[in-house]
C-alpha cells in the first residue's frame, strides 16, 4: 500500500495532520469518519507499526472486499483517505 501526502508511521496515540497508519477492513464496512476504528480483529487490521504490507491468511475462497483506510495515530479516521480493493480467492 501507498499513500500520497500523509507519512506513514507507527501508531503512536496522537492526531497528528497528515501523520498516520493503515487500517484493513475485510468484508466489513468501515467505520465512520467521527468514529474511532475498533481494535484489530478477524475483519478489522491496524497495522500499527508503520509497515505497509499485510497478509491475509485463510481467507474462504471467493469474492472479498479489503477497505483500506488511513487513520491517524489516536486510530481516528482521516477523513477521505480509504480506498477498496476487490479480491477473488481461489478454491
Ligand atoms: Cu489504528
Not at 32 to 54: L, M, Q, W, Y
Amino acid at each position: 500500500m501507498q499513500a500520497q501526502g500523509v507519512t506513514i508511521a507507527k501508531a503512536d496515540s496522537k492526531k497528528v495532520e497528515g501523520v498516520g497508519h493503515f487500517h484493513l477492513f475485510l468484508d466489513t464496512i468501515p467505520t465512520a469518519d467521527n468514529v474511532r476504528i475498533p481494535p484489530t480483529s478477524a475483519k478489522i487490521v491496524h497495522i500499527g507499526t508503520g509497515d505497509s504490507t499485510f497478509t491475509f491468511k485463510g481467507l474462504s475462497a471467493g469474492p472479498h472486499t479489503i477497505i483500506a483506510v488511513i487513520g491517524y495515530g489516536d486510530h481516528s479516521p482521516m477523513p477521505g483517505r480509504r480506498d477498496t480493493v476487490n479480491i477473488t480467492v481461489k478454491p
